[in-house]
């Protein structure tokens, strides 16, 4: 996933919005950047865990004086401090600029979507090769020795398909030609992985 530094532009207006207004600011810029519907008001509420009415109503400044719960899980979601919401970070007479967007350490799986025995797990791999045949040859297989979480496991996944997509882009090829796909492999692994969540049926577990 990314994240980038706000532009000078978009401070200047952020300095002259109300705090519901920064925020539906700030909520449509990182929508923008990460490309998906996860930051719609309904979905933003949702994983911070009040009412799409009540966020609504936050970034209309129908709410005056939000819970700070509320606007720290904001934050939290959309990867910035909480502090970028309030006019005194704006007096400074020496701009203090900020980043927007999530990276990998930022990203929050809702732990309630999570079964109770996948919340700890030992991570396998195994590393095969196809042959044109269709026909297959396990050459490794390994486990951690130590117990991963969710956010671990998606990230170890996201690495392996941008190997794979990097191998997929220069094999065979003198001169690199990497993907223009702008896909994030890292949203892809998260999706893989609640959706193995969502859909068990899908991901049937079998006994090593």
Do not use: W
Not at 19 to 24: F, K
Not at 129 to 134: E, I, K, N, R
Not at 179 to 192: C, G, P
Request: aromatic share 8%; with cysteine.
């Amino acid at each position: 996933m990314e994240k980038r530094s706000i532009a000078f532009t978009e401070y200047n207006e952020l300095a002259s919005m109300s705090l519901g207004q920064r925020i539906r600011f700030i909520r449509k810029l990182v929508g923008e950047m990460h490309g998906n519907g996860g930051f719609s008001t309904t979905e933003l509420a949702k994983k911070v865990g009040v009412k799409p009415q009540s966020l609504t109503a936050i970034e209309r400044d129908e709410v005056t004086n939000p819970s700070f719960k509320s606007i720290v899980g904001i934050s939290r979601h959309l990867g910035v401090s909480a502090e970028v919401f309030e006019d005194a970070y704006y007096q400074n007479p020496i701009p203090e600029m900020f980043s927007i967007g999530l990276g990998e350490e930022d990203v929050v799986i809702d732990k309630r979507r999570i079964p109770e025995d996948e919340v700890r797990f030992r991570l396998a791999m195994t590393v095969s090769q196809v042959f044109p045949d269709g026909n297959r040859k396990e050459v490794l297989s390994q486990e951690t020795e130590c117990e991963v979480d969710p956010k671990d496991f998606v990230s170890v996944m996201a690495r392996i398909l941008t190997e794979i997509e990097v191998l997929n882009q220069t094999i065979g090829s003198k001169t690199p030609r990497y993907s223009t796909d702008e896909s994030n492999q890292f949203n892809r692994a998260l999706s893989l992985y609640l959706g193995s969540i969502d859909y068990p049926n899908a991901f049937p577990k079998s006994k090593s």
